[in-house]
């Protein structure tokens, strides 16, 4: 179970971005968090993946408080979620080939042997031809990048999945073929999900449920 | 789109490509002239006290101080010396000086401003506030007080000039790395399991490496400039050593006097090796630039 208990983040402790937020996802559930651009789902999306310290509140996972963050949280629990951005071009390391760029996860944590076989089938799974596995960043369309991207999140099968806007830049046929990626993954590994998103239509039918920004925040504040 | 559109737009795709062609051409001809002029610099420097057999110090009081001519084309000092021999000896010993002060510089500047921006938080507060408490400092102040700790010599000179000038690279890495650190991609790093060294070490520090590169060629002339000023004031290397600061140095006497090429010729060979240097780093500059590169990709 992954919740997050009112939950306060930001970027200046003066100036939350957010106050209080709450929200859980079951393991296997799929949670899509809908909200207008600007209202603090991507940092919430960032706290949730263990990559933003919040101000105040706590995030529990399986019933055990998080009390670490980014390099300070064990290697187990940060690899345990897998995240996709919104922005595939800044989120892809310009200086990899797509190849690296999927395999580096698996380098980082010392499973360099697997590195090959695992992007060969993640490539296939995902939909990226070998040429292009051998390209960077610039070389490719941002929907192959993305894919790229998706590909990178799941190579260490991580346990909870947050897709941060992963299509809003994405083509309506590259978008069905994520979101197949990750249901598939889903059905899969029963991994849970948090999709963050503005579009209702996509989130409706991709999550067993779709919850408003403005029912996690408490309405006397903010 | 109506044909005149069709070529108003044309006519505008080849207004554009020609007026960037000719940017080009002049970016590539102030590229091969600096590329020339260093590399003449750099190969005098390197061949000529192997290849001629001639003695920079042979002193000739009946030759002194005789203007440029055949026999001695940047003329003699005032002991008969031929310059153009003393100028090449002493560019080679400034430029060693350059190069070895500007590579220690980068190296610790580079190692301070990444540790600062990676680290963060009161590493990060604690290591810019010492870089800002030195940079109060005169740095040729400070240079003259740690070459007055040592024996006249080359190194103590190299070390005064990359102890004064780590500073201004480290915070270039610094605030370089802080951007890029915020980046997705390192979060996307972080997120897939990498070490705090392993995110420095693959994904930042390759970031910055143009930015800190750039910085230490440019220093190169300047921490020339450096060793001719230490020279100059006395402090530098010993006298009997030709370097371009001492050749300056030595002749301010006969300057006055009216002989001018001991003094012009030194100058000289520290104005157009740093001349050369500033050009080629600014035509890199543009060359390395991503986004120019990734629009030609697209």
Redesign the interface.
């Not at chain 2, 996307?188 to 070490?195: I, P």
């Given at each position: 179970m992954l919740e997050l208990r009112t939950v306060t983040a930001g970027y200046d402790r003066r100036a939350p971005v957010f106050r209080d937020v709450s929200l859980s996802v079951a393991p296997g559930e799929a949670v899509g968090l809908l909200g207008p651009s600007g209202c603090g789902k991507s940092t919430l999306a960032?706290v949730a993946?263990?990559?933003h310290r919040p101000d105040a509140g706590a995030l529990v996972l399986d019933g055990t408080p998080v009390r670490r963050w980014?390099?300070g949280a064990p290697?187990a629990l940060?690899?345990a979620?897998?995240?996709v951005?919104q922005?595939a071009r800044?989120?892809?390391?310009?200086?990899l080939t797509l190849a690296d760029l999927v395999a580096?996860?698996l380098r980082?944590?010392g499973r360099r042997a697997q590195a090959a076989d695992r992007v060969a089938e993640l490539a296939a799974t995902v939909g990226l031809t070998t040429d292009l596995l051998s390209r960077r960043p610039?070389?490719v369309s941002d929907g192959q990048l993305q894919r790229a991207?998706l590909a990178?999140?799941l190579?260490?099968r991580p346990r909870w999945l947050v897709c941060d806007e992963m299509t809003a830049m994405l083509d309506a046929s590259t978008t069905a073929a994520l979101v197949r990626v990750v249901e598939d993954y889903r059905a899969g590994t029963g991994a849970g999900l948090l999709a963050v998103g503005h579009d209702r239509v996509l989130l409706d039918r991709w999550c067993d449920r779709t919850v408003e920004w403005a029912s996690v925040v408490p309405t006397t504040r903010n | 789109m109506s044909m005149a559109d069709v070529a108003a737009a044309g006519k505008t795709g080849t207004v554009w490509r020609s007026r960037s062609g000719d940017r080009r051409s002049t970016r590539t001809l102030r590229l091969r002239v600096c590329a020339a002029l260093l590399t003449v610099t750099v190969l005098s420097v390197l061949l000529v006290p192997p290849l001629v057999q001639l003695d920079q110090q042979a002193v000739d009081l009946a030759a002194k101080l005789r203007a440029p001519g055949w026999a001695h084309p940047f003329g003699t000092d005032d002991v008969g010396r031929d310059l153009l021999l003393r100028c090449v000896y002493g560019l080679r010993v400034s430029l060693l000086v350059g190069v070895a002060a500007a590579l220690t510089a980068t190296v610790v500047g580079t190692a301070v401003g990444a540790t600062a921006g990676a680290l963060g938080g009161w590493v990060d507060r604690g290591v810019m506030r010492v870089v800002d408490a030195l940079s109060s400092v005169p740095h040729l102040l400070m240079g003259i007080f740690i070459v007055a700790m040592f024996r006249p010599g080359v190194w103590p000179v190299v070390a005064s000039v990359a102890l004064t000038h780590w500073l201004s690279t480290a915070r270039i890495v610094r605030a370089e790395v802080l951007s890029l650190r915020a980046?997705?991609?390192i979060?996307?790093?972080?997120?897939?399991?990498?070490?705090?060294w392993?995110?420095t070490v693959r994904?930042l520090l390759?970031?910055v490496l143009p930015q800190a590169a750039l910085a230490a060629v440019l220093m190169v002339p300047h921490a020339m400039w450096h060793e001719s000023a230490l020279s100059f004031l006395g402090l530098g290397l010993p006298t009997h050593t030709a370097s371009l600061g001492n050749l300056i140095q030595e002749a301010r006497g006969s300057l006055l006097a009216g002989q001018w090429w001991p003094t012009l010729f030194p100058g000289l060979f520290i104005i157009v090796p740093t001349l050369a240097v500033a050009g080629l780093a600014g035509a890199w500059r543009e060359r390395i630039n991503?986004r120019s590169?990734?629009e030609l990709?697209?």
């Open positions: 960032r993946a263990l990559l980014r390099h290697r940060r690899t979620f897998g995240v951005f922005q800044l989120s892809a390391d310009p200086r580096e996860p980082a944590t610039h070389e991207c990178r999140a190579v260490l | 980046r997705p991609h979060d996307a790093a972080v997120s897939g399991g990498a070490s705090r392993r995110v994904h390759p970031g991503p590169r990734s990709m697209l």
